[in-house]
Structure formats: structure tokens, C-alpha cells
């Protein structure tokens, strides 16, 4: 598991589909908001909540496509599904190099950002907590949704569709944590549903995952 963690980490760096195109939208994203919205500052603190949960879940998005089409291309996904390795175990590496690769990097970048957003200072720990609870459910979901449309041709577009759905929970939750946060409220209950989606979807997709990738690799 860790040669191939190893092994995914690489590739995502050397691809150009992970690190630096998630932070680089994401950034890019937070500093046209300001243009669009203008540059009043209780309006920037209001939004900054959602846009910089908004921006993270796109992020995410953008490197979906990635994580087994290669694999499937190059015929390596065929040998992973015959190694002794199960499935189910290549789907959680998968989803963990997604997240090193994606989730941290914005997890980190996100304060830096909320600040540029006028984002209150009592807000920033909320900010990285829910980021750092909910992106690994992102990473898991997006995952399964990589399994479903793995071979499809156009299957990044389709992954949006499938995924998109599946995000809004963590999205709602995350973004009102940061709000209580933003308003100076306590926000564990929020954090403890993120935590509790993140759980389930880390103990039940890994399964499902597999089971698309047997079907699609028949």
C-alpha cells in the first residue's frame, strides 16, 4: 500500500493534476470574487463562508478524472484488480493521494485566503477544522465517482454530475461551520456531522468503489 501511495503521489505531481491546479483555482477563484462582488468588506465577510467552500469543493473536482484513468489506460489498473492487494484497499490508497495531493494543500492555502476575504480571525480555526474534516469525504466521493465512469470517454464531465450531488452535505455543514465561526457562535455541531459524514463515507465507499471497478474491469 505505501509503494503504491508513493507511487500515486508522484504521478499526481508529475501530471500536473493535483497540488498545483487545485491551489492555483482556488486562488484564482477567492481573488476574482472581490472584483465581482466589490470590495465592501462586511459583504466579504459574509460571503467568505461559502466562497471558500465553494472554491474547495471545485478544487477537488478538477483532478477527479485522474485517479484510475490512467491506471486504466496504461493497463496498470488490470494488475492492481490481480494483485494481492484487494480492491477495496487500492480504492482507499487512491482516495488518500487524492486528498495529500488536493485536500491538504487547500486546507493549508485556506486561511491565507479567508484573510484576503476579510474572514474574522475568531473564524480561521473553524475554517481549517471543517476543511480538514470534510475534504477527505470529498476525496472518497470523488473516488467512487472516478470508479463509476472509469473507461468512459468524456468521464470528467460525467463524474461532475454524479459527484456534485453527493457534495452538498459536507458543503452545507462545512460552510455553516465557518459561519458560526464568522459570527462568533460555537460550531462543534457542524463539525461533529462532517466528522460523522467523512466516517461513513471512508467505511462504506472503499466496498462500493471496488465492486464498480470489478464491474467495469469485466
Known amino acids: 500500500m505505501i509503494a503504491l501511495l508513493r507511487r500515486d503521489l508522484m504521478l ?35 460571503i467568505a463562508p ?36 484487494p480492491l477495496e484497499g487500492v480504492a482507499i490508497v487512491k482516495a488518500l ?15 491565507v485566503l479567508g484573510i484576503l476575504m476579510n474572514l474574522p480571525a475568531t473564524a480561521i480555526p473553524w475554517l481549517i477544522a471543517s476543511l480538514a474534516l470534510g475534504t477527505p469525504a470529498l476525496s472518497m466521493l470523488g473516488t467512487f465517482g472516478a470508479a463509476l465512469t472509469v473507461g468512459l470517454k468524456r468521464g470528467g464531465l460525467l463524474i461532475s454530475l454524479l459527484v456534485l450531488p453527493l457534495y452538498i452535505p459536507t458543503l452545507i455543514f462545512g460552510a455553516e461551520a465557518v459561519r458560526r465561526g464568522t459570527d462568533g457562535l460555537n460550531a462543534t455541531t457542524p463539525l461533529i456531522f462532517l466528522a460523522g459524514i467523512t466516517a461513513g463515507t471512508i467505511a462504506l465507499l472503499p466496498f462500493a468503489t471496488a465492486t464498480a471497478l470489478r464491474i467495469n474491469l469485466k
Do not use: M
Open 12 to 46: 499526481a505531481i508529475r501530471a500536473g493534476g493535483g497540488f498545483g491546479l487545485g491551489l492555483a483555482f482556488f486562488l484564482i477563484l477567492v481573488t476574482l470574487v472581490p472584483f465581482g462582488v466589490g470590495p465592501e468588506t462586511s459583504v466579504l465577510s459574509h
Open 50 to 85: 461559502g466562497i471558500l467552500w465553494v472554491g474547495a469543493l471545485l478544487s477537488c473536482l478538477l483532478s477527479l478524472d485522474r485517479i484510475f484513468q490512467l491506471d486504466f489506460e496504461d493497463g496498470t489498473l488490470d494488475l492492481l484488480a490481480t494483485a494481492p492487494l
Open 97 to 111: 493521494a487524492h486528498w495529500i495531493t488536493t485536500g491538504l494543500p487547500l486546507t493549508l492555502a485556506a486561511p
